[in-house]
Structures are given as C-alpha cells and as structure tokens.
C-alpha cells in the first residue's frame, strides 16, 4: 500500500473560499463556545482547507467542497462539542478518520488532551501532518485499532467520543468485551440510533446506562443526537443528566 503522499499544496493553492452565509453558520456555533471565536474560527477554516485539499489524495470523507464540510461534518461536530464536561481531561476519538470530531474539539478545547484512535495508516499520517500544521500539541494519534493503540500507549481516558464509526451493537460489545477503560462514551448519530439500542437485548444494555440523549438540529439535514453511556459501575466524567430537545 502506497504511502501518504502528504497535503498537496497545488490543492490546497486551488481551493476555493467559502460561502459566507456558511461561514456565518459555523462562527454562530463557534460563538456560543469561545468568546471571542476568532481563534477557534481561524483554525477550523485552516483545518477545513487541509481536508479539503488532503482527499484529493486520500478518501477521508465523503465532502468534497466547502458547504457540505461545513453544514455536515464541522458544524455538527461544534454543536456536539456543546456538551463536553469540564472534567473530562483526556478524551479518545474511536475511530477519528479525518479528525471529526478529535480535531475539531482539539481546537475548541486547548486545555484537553486528545488521542486520535485510526487504524488505516493513510488517515493516521493525515491526522499527525493537520495536527502539527494546526499547532495542537496536545493532540496523540494512536495507530491501530482503537483497544489495540490504547492499550499499547498506556493510556486511560476519561471519555471517548464515536462519530459514524458502526452501530451500538457492534460498538458497545466491543468496548466491554475488551475491557476498554473510560468514564463515559459518547456517541454521535442520527435518528437511527433508537431502533439500533432497542434491538440490544438485555445482555447488550445491561452493562451500559444510558444517561443522557441530547438532540441538535443540523439545519436541512434534520436531527442529530449525542448520546452519553457510562459503563455501570464507573465514575462517569462529568455529563448532564436527562434528556434535552
């Protein structure tokens, strides 16, 4: 397998700027995090231009152009980003793939440590280049898969987040099968998250307490959810009880 070839900078010269009633919509939610959102706004359109111009080379996600970046991917991981607990230090992202939303919460949160868990090595080697032009050092990317690169590192988060990575009855058995060591795990997903939890059975549930269901609206591409589980018996990172929407 060829390896990453690297951002191509003829891309990145290429790209395009992007719509302003866009922009507008993500600097809103920026907005709501940061005070001012200058900073994290600067930092997300660079992050922005480094994926757009990276899959040209490599696959990392289906947009292909700024709007549907930004109304899909970067607006819908800063929405979710709204209900990260404080106390929640170090934060894995199962499955980070282009970075959403490890490197967008990376820029949002400086004060935390984020691991970036990617077993293709193509993404890996994407994530370290973006990770270091953006300048957060306080990013880790684990290659491998993500019990394999944790438990390699040593390391023990207090949360893990897992954006389009696969269905609660694949995700959940996993984690708990290899005794994956977190506080809490959120999951971002669509409205399809109900009918996957209600077809658990009771083995699948009972280890898992379901703490909160968070609902955003993503504009015209309808409801979002995040989903707060914390393996019972464990001291959960911070997290708000309840349902909201």
Not at 2 to 20: H, K, M, R
Not at 53 to 78: S, Y
Not at 141 to 168: C, F, M, S, T, Y
Not at 178 to 193: D, K, T
Request: hydrophobic share 45%.
């Amino acid at each position: 397998m060829s390896p990453f070839p690297g951002i191509p900078e003829a891309a990145l010269d290429a790209l395009d700027e992007p719509n302003p009633f866009d922009v507008g919509a993500l600097r809103q939610a920026v907005g709501a995090l940061a005070d001012p959102p200058d900073g994290p706004m600067g930092a997300l359109l660079e992050y922005g231009r480094l994926l757009l111009a990276a899959n040209t080379v490599v696959n990392l996600t289906g947009a292909k152009d700024w709007q549907e970046l930004i109304e899909a991917h970067l607006l819908d991981c800063v929405l979710a980003a709204a209900f990260v607990p404080d106390d929640a230090r170090v934060i894995a992202d199962w499955g980070s793939g282009a970075g959403l939303p490890g490197l967008v919460w990376a820029i949002l949160f400086p004060e935390k440590r984020f691991l970036l868990l990617e077993r293709t090595g193509k993404k890996a080697d994407f994530l370290q280049e973006a990770a270091f032009r953006l300048q957060l050092f306080q990013v880790d990317v684990l290659q491998g898969q993500g019990e394999e690169a944790l438990k390699a590192a040593g390391e023990r988060p207090d949360l893990i987040v897992a954006r389009a990575v696969e269905p609660l009855d694949r995700l959940l058995p996993r984690l708990r099968r290899n005794r994956v060591h977190h506080s809490s795990l959120f999951v971002m997903a669509g409205p399809q998250w109900e009918a996957q939890w209600a077809a658990l059975d009771a083995d699948g549930k009972e280890p898992w307490a379901l703490a909160a269901r968070h609902r955003y609206p993503l504009g015209s591409r309808g409801d979002r959810w995040l989903l707060v589980l914390h393996p019972r018996g464990a001291a959960p990172a911070g997290g708000r009880p309840g349902d909201e929407g």
